[in-house]
């Protein structure tokens, strides 16, 4: 699996992202055209290297120009007044891949609900220099472009270090990290820390990118590294001002496939039955009970449920909640799955919903129980004809 692994060590900002998925992806031109896309004037980009501490990385500056007409005065006080609607119409009619369109959307939101909370507006109101700004626009929007274009199936980050101290910023002195940046953080599940550099490492374009992209925050996993792109920032720190971004491969790992267990003797069967409706609304692949024999010689049973590892928290609060259980065991395991598809099969009866299963190259058909069920209702056949079609042999 195609994995990127962003090294947060020394921050992150728009354009160090940018930087560093630029050298990974490699091609300027198409990262040009593509945000030619965005119908926006009035900025030019330019790439260049920059040494940081010893150390070559992309360095990608939105330079503005500023035109000096006079009717273009109020277009220009327009700009700088951007809200959230504005960039999502921007983006919305804008010739870009619709899943480009989708993730600078999400990054956009965050930046927005951050300032909302900051300055205690309605996220409609808020006009933000920073997102409003032509620069977060390309940062956010060229960043969706790169990841599109690497298409990684997976995304993790180092933890995110920020400075401490203040800067100076568009409304005063600010200490670090900024306002904007904490509520990005605090919305997420981001990782984050403070490291002994006396100002911003994080803006909260970076904060919010990494928001959105990251699913985990840890140490490089084990990975093939195929190529690493370097995004040089602006600042000269006693620590290399450079995002680091791994690209390569990393096994596919089965760890999120868990199996819960909890034994339970004093709770009757009809709550049981309906603990079971309950988990399988809620997203458990398996639910089963096993009769067992438990201490005082009591008839109990054990409840299995087997979920995905995001459902955990849901699905025990579910077993808390409904039995009378007060302890959950649970453990990761692998499994191994066939690709299936489902299909419709024409019978002499009708449609007939199955699975079709793919092992080694030899395909196995699978009708589905509840349209077999119906298919031998609605004719008044046997359920066991039914498994004797040709179609299905």
């Known amino acids: ?71 273009d005065h109020e277009h220009k006080h327009h700009h700088a007044h951007r809200n959230l609607n504005d960039v999502n119409e921007i983006i919305d009619n804008s010739k870009l891949e619709e899943d480009v369109k989708e993730l ?15 300055h205690n507006k309605p996220l409609e109101e808020v006009h933000f220099h920073e997102v409003g700004a032509i620069d977060s626009i390309i940062d956010i929007v060229g960043t969706a472009i790169l990841i599109h274009k690497i298409n990684p199936d997976k995304i993790i980050s180092s933890i995110v270090n920020d400075g401490y101290g203040f800067i100076e910023c568009a409304h005063g002195t600010m200490s670090v990290p900024v306002p904007a940046t904490t509520e990005i953080f605090a919305n997420s599940n981001v990782k984050f820390r403070q490291i002994d550099v006396d100002t911003e490492l994080v803006t909260p374009t970076g904060a919010a990118i990494i928001a959105e992209l990251s699913t985990n925050f840890t140490t490089l996993p ?25 690209y390569g491969d990393m ?38 009970f096993t009769p067992i024999f438990m201490k005082k010689n009591r008839p109990a049973y054990r409840i299995t449920v087997a979920c995905k590892k995001e459902d955990i928290f849901k699905l025990q609060n579910i077993l808390f909640r409904e039995t009378t259980t007060i302890g959950i065991r649970y453990r990761f ?54 498994y004797k079609l040709e179609e299905l042999n």
């Open 104 to 118: 600078a959307k999400k990054i956009f939101i965050r930046v927005a609900k951050a300032e909302s909370k900051v």
């Open 1 to 71: 699996m195609k994995v990127l692994y962003f090294d947060c060590s020394s921050g992150i900002s728009g354009n160090m992202t940018l930087g560093a998925l630029l050298e990974i992806v490699g091609d300027e031109k198409y990262f040009i055209q593509e945000l030619e896309k965005l119908n926006i004037n009035g900025y030019k980009i330019e790439i260049s290297k920059k040494v940081k501490n010893g150390i070559t990385g992309t360095y990608v500056d939105v330079i503005l120009e500023h035109e000096h007409h006079h009717h």
């Open 251 to 288: 096994q596919e790992e089965n760890e999120d496939f868990v199996v819960m267990e909890t034994n339970i003797d004093d709770c009757n069967g009809e709550v049981l039955g309906y603990t079971q409706e309950l988990l399988f609304q809620n997203g458990a692949l398996d639910v089963f």
């Open 222 to 246: 084990a990975m093939t590294t195929k190529k690493i792109g370097w995004g040089a920032g602006l600042k000269d720190l006693k620590i290399p001002n450079i995002l680091k971004v791994y």
């Open 333 to 386: 395991e692998s499994r191994t799955e066939l690709g299936r598809d489902l299909i419709e099969l024409d019978t002499k009866y009708g449609k007939l919903k199955a699975k079709k299963v793919i092992n080694n190259g030899e395909t196995y058909i699978y009708p589905e129980y509840e349209s077999m069920k119906e298919m031998a209702k609605k004719n008044h056949i046997p359920l066991k004809e039914i």
